[in-house]
């Protein structure tokens, strides 16, 4: 049975930092990609970033870019999302997701390319 947990969120004061991590389990996950994506309430889920689990390529949404990290280790089969300068418009659940090698990096911002969810950790940014 495969499984994505989450762990990490919390309350943190603007400027902050927290990382979230995403235990893998059940299944090989070498060469899938990890994504990243948030929501928040009455707004439609959002792509974080991903990286390839094979070669840790990573991408993200550019107004995360500088400020967020995604990283894996192989040996504890676990994804992390660092995440510094930590503003309150990133209150959101964070979900971690998991989607087999697709044709476009494109693809990998659409939340319905990806197999396997996580059941998110909430992460609250006061001002």
């Known amino acids: 049975q495969v499984q994505l947990v989450e762990s990490g969120g919390g309350l943190v004061q603007a400027g902050g930092s927290l990382r979230l991590s995403c235990a893998a389990s059940?299944?090989?996950?070498?060469?899938?990609?990890m994504g990243w994506f948030r929501q928040a309430p009455g707004k439609e889920r959002e792509f974080v970033g991903f990286?390839?689990?094979?070669?840790?390529?990573?991408q993200y949404v550019d107004h995360v870019k500088g400020r967020f990290t995604i990283s894996r280790d192989n040996a504890k089969n676990t994804v992390y999302l660092q995440m510094n300068s930590l503003k309150p418009e990133d209150t959101a659940v964070y979900f971690c997701?998991?989607?087999?090698?697709?044709?476009?990096?494109?693809?990998?911002?659409?939340?319905?390319?990806?197999?396997?969810w996580g059941q998110g950790t909430q992460v609250t940014v006061s001002s």
């Open positions: 997701a998991a989607a087999r090698p697709l044709p476009y990096l494109r693809d990998y911002e659409d939340p319905e390319k990806y197999a396997y």
């Open positions: 990286i390839r689990w094979s070669n840790g390529i990573t």
């Open positions: 059940g299944r090989t996950f070498s060469s899938y990609y």
